[in-house]
């Protein structure tokens, strides 16, 4: 039986044809004694049908290849001589992409492992890891937050984790209804438990209480008076309204308003009220129960075509706390097996918490040999059940249900989302005559009257932001304003940079995809801030470099709104009601947001470090705390010595200091600060 807690490396290195690795190192959880064997060879002596003879009769995970060796797809086999051949068999009825897939073949390789359950783990990170693009993969990466009880501290907590830890605390969930703050907030105001990260009893009577004391909402045992024994009860209730245990809360909220009523206390009567509302309301995320009290999740799915969305429904002792649906990219033929297989598979290799009860749809491929790897990843008996009747299949029919709601539902979404982006790209595709217009960059300068000349560049795939391909940059050789020389600078820094890497890389136009990173691949199209002016500038740097990427303009009218495009030295008219003038719009607005919010931090620290490195007794720790404190030089400036020695690290000499310094500058400047 294979230990989730034990782990082995694959320590060999998988070859591809340019000698690039594919798996450097590849985490598999061990079974029996963790050694693992690899068959390849280099695809230019690869001989698909004398390698199909060498396959071992053993149970494994098998890569397939194409011909620029780029994964195709990851699978897993019982015995790797059979399941591999079977590819390469006449098999009528396996579905075009599948055949598809089997014409790209160029080589495969395998890796053979001790059992079927270790290869089903290493199965899992592969796919995880390299998202081949013929297997069956979760789009969706999400995780959800657990309430967290430090049972092993003296004076325990209650707060927010994304991960379950082996420790000694509780936790419950996960949720997903996004209540969670607001159920850790009214636990923290009924039993006045702790939130502070102080170190308790060590700790104690060192700091001032916090403001949560002095407001009724913390018992406040960092002063020593609260004994151990009154805050575990504290916890040990909160505990129990963790566990759906709210009535008798609300008895005794209800018993302090009538007694609060009674001798015309009134605040105290609300504030029960609201927490006897407040209860009710956390109370009422848990909807649904059963009598078993246990934990589970529920599993339906919901096919139209090639798209596919599953919903999960999770039950935590007995009661619902939330629902998540999840969208699954497939290609062998979509069948509720194959697609909900994948999906467990996927789905609880990456999850923290695994209940005892699994309920699907229908039965999954593999169905023992899943319950055996759930169970050893939970360390407890995991059972994966099909119900047939009564209320557990009325479960799984009210998920499938809500799967082929949100399929519907998000048809017309994406539907609308597609006008919004592909639909407004192939609309500026007619009006410049272009295509396609996968990737687009829009340039924007910033600067105040010459002061901290910054430039940003912005990118846009398939019609929406790809942020994380953004970058800004700050002027190294124009000084003043001179818009034209930092466009110039920005162009010539960027395409440069660009052709430095693919040179380093030594690829052609061709050969540049998405791992290569922002600089190295081009856009179809440059988007100018302005008209024949920039475009100008763009198609001279670009003709310096030797580059071919045609340059569009957003000419202005009047009021400084776009009316139309420069392009080919012509305006061409756009229909201002059009999605493809809107798309422009954005980035258009979006370039020049980017280039300013850099600009606007640049100058607030040039500012801020400035004046303050002028003042004597403040190093850079007491100018970062004084930049924490003070919003802005001016409030800094308006403040009182005594107000500025609150300031952490701020001593009452170093205050009065900084006072002199400001009153001394004021009056220098004839009452006016002047800007450095």
């Known amino acids: 039986m294979m230990s989730a807690s034990q782990e082995t490396n694959v320590n060999q290195e998988t070859k591809i044809g340019r000698d690039k690795p594919v798996a450097k190192e590849t985490d598999t959880e061990e079974a029996g004694n963790g050694q693992t064997e690899f068959g390849e060879t280099d695809l230019k002596e690869f001989d698909v049908k004398e390698e199909l003879h060498k396959l071992p009769n053993k149970p494994g995970v098998y890569i397939m290849h194409d011909a620029d060796d780029a994964i195709l797809y990851v699978g897993k086999a ?3 001589h059979n399941r591999v051949r079977s590819y390469f068999k006449d098999n009528i009825g396996r579905g075009p992409q599948i055949d598809k897939m089997v014409s790209l073949i160029a080589r495969f390789e395998y890796i053979v492992t001790d059992s079927e359950l270790e290869a089903l783990v290493l199965e899992n990170n592969l796919i995880k890891e390299y998202s081949p693009k013929y297997n069956t993969l979760l789009k969706d990466d999400k995780t959800y937050p657990y309430i967290k009880v430090t049972l092993g501290e003296d004076y325990p907590r209650v707060f927010s984790v994304r991960q379950m830890k082996k420790d000694k605390a509780k936790y419950f969930g996960p949720f997903t209804n996004g209540g969670v703050k607001e159920s850790i907030d009214l636990i923290n105001k009924l039993y006045q438990l702790r939130t502070c990260n102080r170190k308790l009893p060590r700790d104690c009577g060192k700091e001032r209480p916090c403001l949560n004391h002095h407001i009724g909402q913390c018992c406040a045992p960092c002063q020593g008076n ?67 009290g246990e934990d589970k999740d529920i599993i339906a799915l919901a096919i139209d075509g090639n798209e596919t969305v599953v919903q999960v429904f999770f039950l935590r002792n007995g009661k619902l706390i939330g629902r998540e649906h999840f969208y699954m990219m497939q290609v062998e033929e979509p069948t509720a097996d194959n697609i909900l297989t994948s999906f467990v598979k996927q789905f609880y290799a990456g999850t923290p918490f695994i209940p005892r009860e699994i309920m699907l749809q229908e039965a999954i491929g593999d169905m023992e040999l899943v319950e055996r790897w759930l169970t050893d990843k939970k360390g407890a008996r995991v059972h994966l059940r099909v119900p047939l009747k009564g209320a557990k299949e009325r479960l799984v029919d009210l998920a499938a249900r809500n799967a082929q709601l949100v399929l519907s539902q998000d048809r017309e979404r994406i539907k609308r989302e597609e006008g919004r982006t592909i639909g407004a790209v192939k609309e500026i595709e007619e009006i410049l005559g272009i295509r396609p217009l996968t990737r687009m960059e829009a340039f924007d300068i910033s600067n105040t009257s010459g002061f901290a000349n910054v430039g940003s560049m912005v990118v846009y795939e398939k019609g929406k932001p790809k942020r994380s391909d953004y970058r800004k940059f700050r002027m190294k050789t124009v000084a003043g304003p001179d818009d034209y020389a930092c466009m110039q600078e920005v162009l010539t820094r960027r395409f ?3 052709l430095d890497e693919r040179e380093e890389m030594r690829l052609d136009e061709n050969s540049v995809g998405e791992a290569f990173g922002s600089f190295t691949k081009f856009p179809d199209l440059l988007l100018m801030d302005g008209g024949r002016g920039q475009v100008n500038i763009a198609l001279q740097v670009l003709k310096e470099l030797g580059i071919s990427i045609p340059v569009c303009g957003m000419v202005k009218d ?31 607005d979006e370039a020049h947001r980017f280039a300013i919010t850099y600009h606007r931090s640049l100058r607030s620290k040039a500012q801020v470090h400035s004046v303050l490195d002028e003042i004597p007794g403040v190093g850079p720790s007491r100018r970062k705390a004084l930049m924490k404190y003070f919003k ?35 009056d220098t400047k004839g009452g006016e600060e002047g800007q450095n």
């Open 496 to 498: 440069r940079h660009g």
């Open 78 to 80: 019982k015995n790797l």
């Open 226 to 292: 609260v004994p151990k024994e009154e805050y575990a009860q504290r916890i040990n209730q909160a505990i129990d309204f963790l566990n759906g245990k709210q009535q008798p809360i609300i008895k005794e909220l209800k018993e302090k308003m009538q007694q609060a009523s009674e001798r015309m206390d009134f605040e105290e009567a609300i504030k029960c009220r609201d927490l006897i509302e407040s209860v009710k309301k956390v109370s009422e995320t848990q909807k649904m129960s059963d009598n078993v």
């Open 632 to 666: 802005s030089i001016e409030e800094l400036r308006a403040a009182d010595a005594a107000t500025i020695a609150e300031v952490p690290g701020i001593t009452a000499s170093v205050a009065e200091e900084i006072q002199r310094f400001f009153a001394k500058r004021l």
């Open 558 to 588: 009047d009021n400084h709104r776009t009316r139309g495009l420069y392009f080919n030295n012509v305006e061409l008219p756009i229909d201002t009601h059009s999605e493809g003038f809107k798309l422009i719009t954005r980035i258009q």
